[in-house]
């Protein structure tokens, strides 16, 4: 059940969840080392869908999902992947992130069977917000998030409607921007978490991404979220290693550990 | 939580990330507030009047007519505005009401570039900061546009991803927008793009169809029996549409980029490829998009910048839904003829975007009677074009092409008739 599964995955506080794209910077190397990431400290995963125009991403996902593509990656791949990995005994939720046309052009009903039995536990898609989400979520059914997300900009008014009715975690962009590595966590972040605090359902995990770069900044924010999301950053690591699955299993390795025992 | 509807029919709404949404709820709340506010409409008015010469004239274009022998036609001469181009309308409206809501930072994106001279144009009048996103391929081919855009101090902003093309310049600019939200209004160029960007750029391009036709009635004493403008993201065509809405006898036409043919995919054309184009969401907006089999947004092909893109206005796709507006095709070869043919017979020069108008005239005019009149937007000039079409047009025949030709499409004008050859 993957709502149980994700509650589960945050008993371990703060939560470590990175991100990856299927097909980056091979589809070979993008499962081994999501198999690694799964093996080495990662409690949740998010497996990136590639998308040709992704523009809530800054230059290092843009051109990972774009190098994916001219792999020939598609979501048929993206399913096969995760069918893959749980078949070499990755067992912790793994999320699907990836924006809405793919997902709506396989159709809603089949995305949702497709993505259930590849063994997905969620899905993110960064330009639904709830507004527009209706559809999606009567498909997935009460069972399947669609991780909903909220912004620097949101207002408390729109928070409280947002948390009233989410599912699974909420995803906190830490700031106001597209992804990537930054020098530094949002000043804002401390005020932000404490804002949505009181928002959000009793239980509801509050996970912080976007800019996440270094181990000791995922260990500043995860003294106050329950779950630090690392892309661009892991994105980076893999493209420029020699042996991307080590690099995966090094870096969720140094994440674990900078993250180990600091929870809110 | 949205003031106006959100949609037409099933079309549009706003697919951004959750960063935008209240930006967007805000540009809604203070969008309704100025089109209700007489100051400020007095305020664009003025500008519309004093600074961009509105109204524009309505032309006549006699020997058109006389050679295609059947409708009268009509020219709206969006062309004659201040930076040559519709653009400007919606330019004015948008940088009044950023100032408004007190942001002094624009950003905006465009193709054939009109549309960044038009900002730029604004942003210098009303001294605003302004940044103009255009894909390298068509900073390639419309380089005086981009010298004119730097002349008014405007930074252009190359975008080398994807296409390299409006679509890529449009997911650069709202990336810079995501980033810089709360300094920057996004001036986005056609009637696309999330809620309420459809809805607030129709309502300043209605200026061409509301003089249009009070034009048409003083002129002819009556509506026009059709109106046909080009289709890129759709807003001088929903500008000159909005205007005849509720005339159920004019009929109002679209015309979309059909490139080298709808066969080969090489075309911009969202309603007559089955194939490629599908329901979909691109830019915020639920619509007709040019995509692959997997979802993803297909590359498109136009010898007009300004056409060639991947998704249409939610606006249209409702339109052509209700039966109230018709769409149809002008393949490169045909708007290169027609880019000519109103050159040498009316001495206009036509923006290659408007040549798409013009030559569904071509074929339409022929198979109307001599007392029915057509009506073209003809959305802007041609000065900008030079560059693509001289080499294009470099044999002197093709100058001089025959209705006849044209009228089945055949198109055998110089065109891009060269490259075609070598395919064969
Ligand atoms: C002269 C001209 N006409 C038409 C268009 C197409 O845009 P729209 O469909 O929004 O009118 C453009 C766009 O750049 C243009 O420059």
Redesign the pocket.
């Known amino acids: 059940m993957p709502l149980a599964e994700i509650k589960l995955a945050f008993q371990r506080k703060p939560a470590f969840m990175p991100y990856l794209p299927v097909g980056y910077p091979t589809l070979a190397d993008s499962i081994d080392a999501l198999e690694a990431l799964g093996k080495n400290g990662a409690d949740l995963i998010e497996v990136g869908i590639p998308f040709s125009d992704p523009l809530a991403d800054g230059p290092v996902i843009q051109q990972a999902t774009h190098t994916a593509l001219e792999n020939g990656v598609t979501l048929g791949s993206v399913f096969d992947a995760l069918r893959e990995l749980r078949r070499r005994g990755v067992a912790i939720p793994l999320i699907l992130m990836g924006y809405y046309n793919p997902i709506f052009r396989r159709g809603l009903e089949a995305f949702r069977r497709d993505a259930l039995a590849a063994g997905a536990d969620g899905v993110i898609v960064p330009d639904l917000p709830p507004e527009e989400s209706g559809e999606l979520e009567q498909a997935l059914g009460g069972d399947f998030p669609c991780i909903r997300m909220l912004a620097p900009t949101t207002s408390a008014d729109r928070a409280q409607k947002i948390c009233a009715s989410a599912k699974g975690f909420l995803y906190l962009v830490s700031v106001t921007g597209v992804t990537g590595a930054r020098d530094k966590v949002s000043a804002g972040l401390p005020e932000f978490i404490a804002r949505v605090r009181g928002a959000v359902p009793q239980g509801l995990p509050l996970c912080v991404g976007f800019g996440i770069a270094s181990p000791a900044q995922a260990a500043e924010v995860g003294r106050i979220a329950d779950g630090v999301i690392v892309g661009s950053a892991c994105v980076r690591a893999l493209g420029e290693a020699q042996q991307p699955k080590l690099a995966a299993a090094n870096l969720a390795r140094a994440f674990r550990a900078a993250l180990k025992g600091i929870g809110p | 939580m949205t003031i106006l509807p959100s949609k037409f029919g099933s079309y549009g709404g706003r697919y951004v990330p959750e960063t935008l949404m209240p930006a967007l709820e805000q540009l809604e709340a203070e969008f309704t507030r100025a089109r209700d506010d007489r100051a400020f409409q007095q305020k664009l008015n003025g500008l519309l009047v004093d600074y961009a010469g509105r109204p524009t004239p309505i032309t006549y274009a006699s020997r058109l007519s006389e050679r295609l022998g059947g409708a009268r036609i009509y020219l709206k001469r969006?062309?004659l505005a201040h930076t040559?181009?519709?653009?400007i309308n919606n330019a004015l409206g948008q940088a009044l009401l950023a100032q408004r809501m007190g942001k002094r930072r624009i950003i905006a994106e465009?193709?054939?570039?009109?549309?960044g001279v038009a900002s730029a144009t604004a942003c210098a009048l009303l001294g605003l900061e302004c940044a103009v996103y255009m894909g390298e391929v068509d900073m390639a081919r419309q380089a005086p546009n981009v010298f004119r855009m730097r002349l008014l101090g405007a930074e252009v902003r190359p975008v080398s991803s994807g296409s390299r093309t409006l679509k890529d310049a449009i997911n650069e600019a709202i990336r810079d927008w995501v980033t810089n939200v709360e300094t920057t209004h996004y001036l986005l160029?056609?009637?696309l793009g999330p809620h309420p960007y459809p809805t607030m750029v129709r309502e300043f391009q209605k200026v061409i169809g509301r003089e249009a036709r009070t034009q048409m009635l003083a002129k002819t004493g009556r509506t026009p029996d059709a109106a046909v403008?080009?289709?890129?993201?759709?807003?001088?065509?929903i500008g000159l549409f909005s205007g005849f809405l509720d005339d159920p006898d004019v009929a109002l036409i679209g015309v979309e980029a059909g490139g080298e043919g709808i066969a080969g995919g090489k075309h911009a054309s969202r309603f007559s490829d089955p194939e490629r184009s599908r329901l979909g969401v691109l830019h915020g907006t639920h619509t007709f998009v040019l995509q692959t089999p997997d979802g993803q947004i297909a590359e498109t092909h136009s010898v007009s910048?300004?056409?060639d893109y991947a998704a249409v206005?939610p606006e249209h796709a409702h339109l052509r839904d209700l039966g109230r507006a018709e769409y149809t095709v002008a393949t490169d070869a045909e708007a290169l003829a027609a880019f000519s043919l109103l050159s040498t017979l009316e001495g206009i020069i036509p923006?290659l975007?408007?040549a798409h108008a013009v030559a569904e005239a071509v074929r339409r005019a022929p198979k109307m009677k001599p007392d029915q009149i057509l009506l073209i937007c003809l959305?802007?000039?041609g000065d900008k074009d030079l560059d693509t079409v001289t080499p294009l047009l470099a044999s002197p025949p093709s100058l001089k092409p025959s209705p006849v030709s044209l009228a089945n499409g055949e198109g055998k004008s110089g065109g891009t008739g060269r490259r075609k050859s070598e395919r064969k």
Do not use: F, W
Request: include cysteine; hydrophobic fraction near 25%.
């Open positions: 969006e062309d040559g181009a519709h653009k465009t193709g054939a570039g009109q549309h160029g056609s009637a403008a080009c289709v890129g993201g759709g807003s001088n065509a910048a300004g056409l206005g923006a975007e408007s959305s802007g000039r």
